[in-house]
């Protein structure tokens, strides 16, 4: 069993900054990508960023570009999502999530996925 743990959530004022994290732990697995999610009261859920592991490259949705930055480390399966100039409109359950497939905007292609942390800008 693998499980995907995200922390780092809470509340912050409009243009504050805050870090998630998220850790794998079970058996061992490999990824193709993993990326961050985030659902908003009332939306579908939307792709926000993913790393993919063997070249790098980075992926995000254009209203976080510049704001956001992801991170890992493959070996440890581990992803960060540093937010920075956070916006009201940000609020939303994030979630980390790991694929083996090479689409890494594609929610429907992560098989992993952890329970959310919730992230509120307040105005």
């Known amino acids: 069993q693998v499980q995907l743990v995200e922390s780092g959530g809470g509340l912050v004022q409009a243009g504050g900054s805050l870090r998630l994290s998220c850790a794998a732990s079970?058996?061992?697995?490999?990824?193709?990508?993993m990326g961050w999610f985030r659902q908003a009261p009332g939306k579908d859920r939307e792709f926000v960023a993913a790393i993919v592991w063997r070249s790098g490259n980075t992926h995000y949705l254009d209203s976080v570009k510049g704001r956001f930055t992801i991170s890992g480390d493959n070996a440890k399966n581990t992803v960060y999502l540093q937010m920075n100039s956070l916006k009201p409109e940000d609020t939303a359950v994030y979630y980390c999530?790991?694929?083996?497939?090479?689409?890494?905007?594609?929610?429907?292609?992560?098989?992993?996925w952890g329970q959310g942390t919730q992230v509120t800008v307040s105005s």
């Open positions: 999530a790991a694929t083996t497939w090479n689409t890494p905007r594609d929610a429907s292609k992560y098989r992993y």
């Open positions: 079970g058996r061992t697995f490999s990824s193709y990508a």
